[in-house]
């Protein structure tokens, strides 16, 4: 990639000659190569025993509770507060509320203004960050632990004292419109916006742009933001999540010192919403005049995280798109070349998520990746999955699972999770076994309970001019026109 | 590279650097031991249990700035085709092993180098080993037309996704065309042309393999739940009997310069137009390279820099802006970006771009400014301690280190450069690399709209 190819260059300017000392005596190596059986791969000692991370808590007397994994390899700390203050509580009338309000919380709080509250984070060494998904609203902190103190006063502020000016919201108003002017430019974009629309419709929250259309973003006020703030950021409705070199002990007396006083507040119980029923097949296109590839996005309404089928699902989806030798990647990849990568997901929320399967394929080879899209996803119903590739994904799952907590910031991802999804916080001890629990028969199950090709909405993002002729001839539905917001065309 | 990957934070990462109150020598400290086997492979082991994980990470002295005319984008799709299999790995076999065992695994090429890691549990570390010796000792038995006509098509579809579909995605190499000569190694990306990768051949693989991907021209770091004794071992296993090749010329071209000010304009499908200003600059490492990380932070880093506040928050005529130094093994440059909101053109933010630089020119940052990019560095290189494996994690870091500067652990040194930035040596890097130096303006406009690009 671009942007990684270019960050990585640097100069050599001394050669290497320091590097080439001997430092050990070993056996001489033409004694060894001749064992060498290179037919065969090395067998391999069992694997290490898995050793996470454990999480500590304390309720503060305010119910706020706090949770601490203590990880002191290298002096950094991973700050996260986590609010029920996500873009499914925002009122239907105005998507993008609660990424918007997630985002005025930096620009002024407390006695610094957006600015101010920039230069100190950067002058402490901090990322700072205010954001918000459906299911939650996150703010996050990663600072060199030699300056916790003062950056952790930052964070006070920005969570317990934003002042939502009402020039800063018409600033950052202003500044979402042009983005948003902007996302016809991107497929992807597109393709990320129109496909929870169609799934879920504008009636569930699911299916609203997160960052909200060009209506709903001029229609922002102070008042909405402050309105959503008040009644949504209260500390029982809200955990802190402390990652890294800190004790229990250290952080209880930080935290507690910050946000002990922190104004407890009704927070209305997440409304309920109702997925739409499934709809017949259909090829929904949106056209982008020009496009050197067709963004593909296939699915429907999927699960919630709390799923007893969770599990299954995992494994069910890393056989299907989520390794680089799962059977999409490998079929439309690495068989077919019509593609950088083909993947799958089942996006599991507080509420039922989407399942979606995706790539970006080149325009000429829509049609054809279409149909080994759908011929995969059929067969993964059909077919009992062979031991060995269910044994591969299994492995891949949890013996994988040690480097997701390996960085403060990682391990903070995953316990996050928890909490958002309220999940017990020994979870983790028990992954691996309910991962390798999972037989052959639990995935063909699942797999005919949670991906259902009669009922699939296709989006495809791409040059209509092209495609369109060999879309029609698959036959796989009928082909209705969309714009990026999921909106007919006329 | 060959796997889609989020790739934003290890790109800050590695560009990137320091602070001013000194952090222990512990925290930044990565001892490793070194030994080269007879064939010339350089080995680097450092230890790290914290995790119960290794990572195998091989960097073969190569990039794009080695392709031969009519080649461009080769060094890159050679990348994709070390992972079809090799004498004793079926094709398909090294992800599957891998994956089977816990593990991970991707490449990237830029213009000066290829680097591999795998990352698995360290009871599986010498899996890895036999894959990668594997393909670097016996990949040529294995490759055929049809692999390469293979990945060509996958590296083709990497270019529509992240160049051709991507708005603003070919703003890059109109750059480099104009910056560098044609005769000059980075005056193509590293992604390459689609017409050049069609043509190449798999004769163009085999010479390409003969020639660059020896164990004399590789570097093999393995960090992690290691025990230094029993890695040498195994990697003097799998890789004492591959081959010495021949000694590998790489170009050393003269530095260029521009003889004046480059102003082109390219239509894309963009609702917005978008300004590009790249300089010839320094490169990595080399005096200067450190104090032009400053003054691109200072410029454009986060939205207490200069031209954010100035362009986004005031005058709000832009979206966003972008500056880095950008220090390669031949050249560097200093590049500039900065998107337009609806109804403003590039001249007005070109105005403001240029008064900004000038200001720094004239009356440098502040000591504050300077201070809180150290401090920013300091962090992100912390940051950069707490992970083995992966792209920027401490073996790819070890590599990085020894390839460009000779020095593995040379992660204190790096800092301080940075610590030892003054606030006179960023105004004289922007008045010596930026104001009196010529300059690439790309202006990426709407289509049939070139009157918002920048005018002379």
């Known amino acids: ?490 | 590279m060959r796997k889609i990957a989020t790739l934003a934070a290890a790109f800050l990462a590695l560009l990137s650097v320091y602070p001013a109150t000194r952090l222990s020598c512990q925290a930044l400290h990565v001892p490793y031991q070194t030994f080269t086997l007879p064939n010339g492979l350089q080995v680097l082991l450092h230890e790290d249990h914290s995790v119960p994980l290794v990572s195998v990470n091989m960097w073969y002295h190569v990039g794009s700035s080695d392709e031969k005319p009519g080649r461009t984008g080769f060094a890159h799709l050679f990348e994709h085709i070390m992972f079809m299999g090799s004498q004793h790995v079926p094709t398909g076999e090294f992800d599957r092993l891998l994956e089977a065992a816990g593990g991970d695994n991707n490449g990237s090429t830029t213009e000066d180098r290829t680097n591999y890691y795998e990352d698995a549990p360290s009871n599986a570390l010498p899996l890895p080993l036999w894959l990668d010796s594997d393909r670097l000792g016996f990949l040529l038995p294995e490759i055929t037309a049809e692999k390469v006509d293979l990945q060509r098509g996958v590296v083709q579809n990497e270019r529509r996704q992240s160049y051709e579909n991507r708005p603003y995605g070919l703003a890059e190499e109109n750059i480099l065309q104009r910056l560098y000569p044609p005769d000059h190694p980075y005056h193509w990306p590293v992604i390459g042309s689609m017409a050049d990768l069609s043509a190449a051949t798999l004769e163009d693989v085999r010479g390409f393999f003969r020639t660059y991907y020896t164990p004399n021209n590789a570097t093999l770091a393995i960090a992690g739940d290691i025990t230094p004794r029993a890695a040498r071992e195994l990697v003097e296993r799998y890789f004492a009997d591959i081959p010495r090749g021949p000694t590998v010329a790489r170009p050393t071209p003269p530095a260029v310069q521009l003889g004046a000010d480059v102003y082109a304009t390219l239509e894309d499908r963009v609702q917005v137009p978008r300004v590009y200003d790249a300089w010839h600059t320094v490169k990595g490492f080399a005096d200067g390279d450190a104090t032009l990380d400053v003054l691109a932070n200072v410029l454009a880093s986060g939205r207490s820099s200069r031209l954010y506040k100035r362009l986004v928050y005031e005058l709000q005529i832009a979206t966003d802006v972008v500056a880095f130094q950008d220090g390669g093994r031949i050249d560097g440059k200093f590049e500039l970006w900065a998107t337009a909101r609806p109804g403003h053109d590039l001249t007005e933010l070109e105005r403001v771009i240029d008064e900004e630089v000038r200001k720094v020119a004239q009356a440098g940052p502040t000591s504050r400014e300077v201070e809180r990019a150290q401090n920013s560095f300091e962090a992100q290189f912390l940051s950069r301690m707490e992970r083995v494996g992966g792209f920027g994690g401490k073996a790819d870091q070890l590599n990085f280190y020894n390839y460009f500067v000779g020095t593995p652990d040379y992660f204190e040194k790096d800092l301080d450069r940075y610590r030892k930035v003054t606030a006179a040596e960023v105004q004289q890097a922007a008045r010596r690399y930026l104001v009196d130096a010529h300059r690439v303006v790309l202006s990426v406009v709407p289509q049939g709209k070139p009157e918002l690009g920048v005018k002379q």
């Open chain 1, 1 to 490: 990639m671009g942007g990684w190819a270019d960050g990585c260059r640097g100069a050599r300017l001394a050669a290497a000659a320091l590097g080439c000392m001997f430092v050990l005596s070993v056996y001489p190596s033409s004694r060894l190569s001749a064992q060498l059986d290179r037919t065969k791969p090395p067998v391999l000692p069992p694997p290490p025993a898995l050793k996470l991370p454990v999480v500590q808590t304390v309720t503060l007397p305010n119910e706020l509770e706090l949770a601490v994994v203590e990880m002191h390899k290298v002096p950094v700390v991973d700050v996260q507060i986590v609010l029920d203050a996500g873009a499914a509580r925002e009122p239907a009338d105005l998507p993008g509320l609660a990424t918007f309000t997630a985002t005025m919380l930096q620009q002024g709080a407390g006695r610094r203004g957006a600015l101010e509250i920039a230069d100190e984070a950067a002058f402490l060494g901090a990322q700072l960050g205010t954001a918000a998904s459906y299911d939650a609203a996150t703010v996050s902190l990663h600072v060199p632990k030699r300056r916790l103190e003062s950056a952790l006063d930052l964070l006070a502020d920005v969570v317990l004292r934003p002042t939502f000016a009402d020039s800063e919201v018409t600033r950052q108003r202003e500044l979402r419109r042009a983005q948003i002017a902007q996302l016809g430019d991107n497929p992807v974009a597109m393709a990320g916006i129109a496909f929870p629309a169609i799934v879920y419709g504008r009636a569930h929250p699911y299916g609203r742009p997160l960052n909200g259309t060009e209506a709903s973003t001029a229609s922002l006020s102070r008042d909405r933001v402050a309105e959503f703030y008040r009644a949504a950021y209260r500390p029982n409705a809200a955990r802190i999540l402390v990652t890294g070199d800190v004790t229990l002990a250290e952080a209880r007396r930080l935290l507690s010192a910050r946000f002990g006083g922190w104004e407890r507040g009704a927070v209305s119980p997440l409304p309920e919403a109702a997925a739409p029923a499934p709809a017949v097949r259909t090829v929904y296109l949106v056209d982008k005049p020009g496009a050197a590839q067709s963004v593909i996005r296939i699915g429907h309404v999927g699960v919630a995280r709390a799923t007893p089928d969770y599990f299954a699902l995992q494994v069910l989806n890393t056989i299907l798109g989520g390794a680089f030798t799962s059977r999409l990647n490998q079929n439309l990849r690495e068989t077919h070349g019509y593609t950088y990568g083909a993947f799958s997901q089942f996006s599991a929320g507080r509420l039922a998520g989407p399942f979606v399967a995706s790539a970006s394929v080149v325009t000429a080879k829509t049609d054809s990746s279409l149909i080994e899209f759908l011929k995969e996803l059929r067969r993964i119903r059909d077919e009992p999955v062979p031991d060995p590739e269910l044994a591969k994904a299994k492995a891949y799952i949890t013996l994988g699972l040690p480097a997701d907590f390996e960085t403060t910031g990682a391990a903070a991802a995953r316990f996050r999770e928890l909490l958002v999804y309220g999940l017990p916080l020994d979870y983790f001890a028990h992954y691996a076994e309910r991962i390798n629990a999972v037989t052959a028969a639990d995935v063909q199950r699942v797999a005919r309970q949670h991906i259902d090709p009669d009922h699939f909405d296709i989006i495809v993002v791409g040059d209509k001019s092209q495609i369109e002729a060999g879309i029609k001839a698959l036959s796989e539905g009928p082909i209705v026109y969309r714009d990026l917001w999921g909106q007919e065309v006329k």
